[in-house]
């Protein structure tokens, strides 16, 4: 079955790094586009960021465009998101996310159980 | 950006009741459009795709519709497991946005 592994949160100060990973199982990796959605204390989804199956493109919010970086290694079956520039209101619980579909314009099918990032000093 | 706006944001339902959430896109999204259950503590779930696309294992109570701005989501006859905060999204044209969900409640 599908398995989706956050890890990598933690608390750390405004404007440091922090780098998330999620380790995915139970499916053809490579096939599909990975997704990476927050959602801050008592509020609502916010779409992060997408990346291909292949890691040939890459999409982000305004929100952290420029600060994040979405990456995927293939060969390790693992997702990451670098965030950079950290401030305050990315403090948010982070889940990974795989398209339901392979090759196919498709939803979010699957998510990860999350990992909580708290930004603050 | 697409924005994406649902309403109500909070409904309170009795169990058998017929809930419908509206779900309205800033620009057509043609039927791009996904529902979500979200319970406490827990990752969302999906339930429809593609406006109205029931996802495997989802009870046929849940039922979608709509295409171009205009969507809904109904729930035929609100069971004790449906109480939770559902959240319309559009996967348009390289653009990925959620609504701000609406919290059923129990009445």
């Known amino acids: 079955q599908v398995q989706l592994v956050e890890s990598g949160g933690g608390v750390v100060q405004p404007g440091r790094s922090l780098r998330l990973s999620c380790a995915a199982s139970?499916?053809?990796?490579?096939?599909?586009?990975m997704h990476w959605v927050r959602q801050a204390p008592g509020k609502g989804l916010e779409w992060v960021a997408v990346?291909?199956?292949?890691?040939?493109?890459?999409f982000y919010a305004d929100s952290v465009k420029g600060r994040f970086l979405i990456s995927r290694d293939n060969s390790k079956n693992t997702l990451y998101l670098q965030m950079n520039s950290l401030r305050a209101e990315d403090t948010a619980i982070y889940y990974c996310?795989?398209?339901?579909?392979?090759?196919?314009?498709?939803?979010?099918?699957?998510w990860g159980q999350g990992t909580l990032v708290t930004v603050s000093s | 950006d697409i924005q994406m706006t649902q309403s109500p944001s909070t409904l309170s339902a009795s169990v058998g009741d017929r809930v419908t959430i509206t779900c309205r896109a800033s620009?057509?999204?043609?039927?791009?459009l996904a529902w979500y259950q979200q319970k406490p503590g827990k990752a969302p779930k999906l339930l429809i795709y593609?406006?109205?696309i029931l996802e495997s294992g989802v009870p046929s109570r849940f039922s979608g519709s709509g295409s171009g701005t205009e969507f809904t989501l109904t729930i035929s006859s609100l069971q004790p497991d449906d109480f939770a905060t559902y959240y319309c999204?559009?996967?348009?044209?390289?653009?990925?946005?959620f609504g701000q969900g609406t919290k059923v409640e129990i009445k």
């Open positions: 999204q559009q996967y348009n044209n390289y653009s990925w946005t």
């Open positions: 996310a795989r398209d339901l579909r392979f090759l196919e314009w498709s939803p979010l099918g699957f």
């Open positions: 139970g499916f053809t990796f490579r096939s599909y586009a």
């Open positions: 593609k406006a109205s």
């Open positions: 990346i291909w199956y292949d890691g040939t493109d890459k």
């Open positions: 620009q057509s999204i043609s039927g791009w």
